[in-house]
């Protein structure tokens, strides 16, 4: 069992930057690709960025490109989502996931932590 627990959500303004922390107690955090969701008000949760298991490789939606980067501390069992130059459209619940294989199909993460809110004034 692999539990998550996500943190560093809170309220900024447009412009703004936050950085979010995934964390787990999992012995074997480093064999996992890790994900970051989000869920916005009436809306399905939507892929973000995935990392590989070793950090090598990583993938983002369109959207975030340039704005966001994914990392990841496997001596720390730590992944990272720095958020930079957030608009009000990434206001959403922030999820970590995390599986063995990497993707960005949602359904296809087992692990996923408890959410963090980011929100994003005008």
């Known amino acids: 069992q692999v539990q998550l627990v996500e943190s560093g959500g809170g309220l900024v303004q447009a412009g703004g930057s936050l950085r979010l922390a995934c964390t787990t107690s999992?012995?074997?955090?480093?064999?996992?690709?890790m994900g970051w969701f989000r869920q916005a008000p009436g809306k399905e949760r939507e892929f973000v960025a995935a990392?590989?298991?070793?950090?090598?490789?990583?993938i983002y939606t369109n959207s975030v490109k340039g704005r966001f980067t994914i990392s990841r501390d496997n001596a720390r069992k730590t992944g990272y989502l720095q958020m930079n130059s957030l608009k009000p459209e990434d206001t959403a619940v922030y999820y970590c996931?995390?599986?063995?294989?990497?993707?960005?199909?949602?359904?296809?993460?087992?692990?996923w932590g408890q959410g963090t809110q980011v929100t994003v004034s005008s």
């Open positions: 996931a995390a599986d063995r294989r990497y993707g960005t199909i949602t359904t296809s993460y087992v692990y």
């Open positions: 999992a012995r074997t955090f480093s064999e996992y690709a």
């Open positions: 990392i590989n298991w070793n950090g090598v490789n990583t």
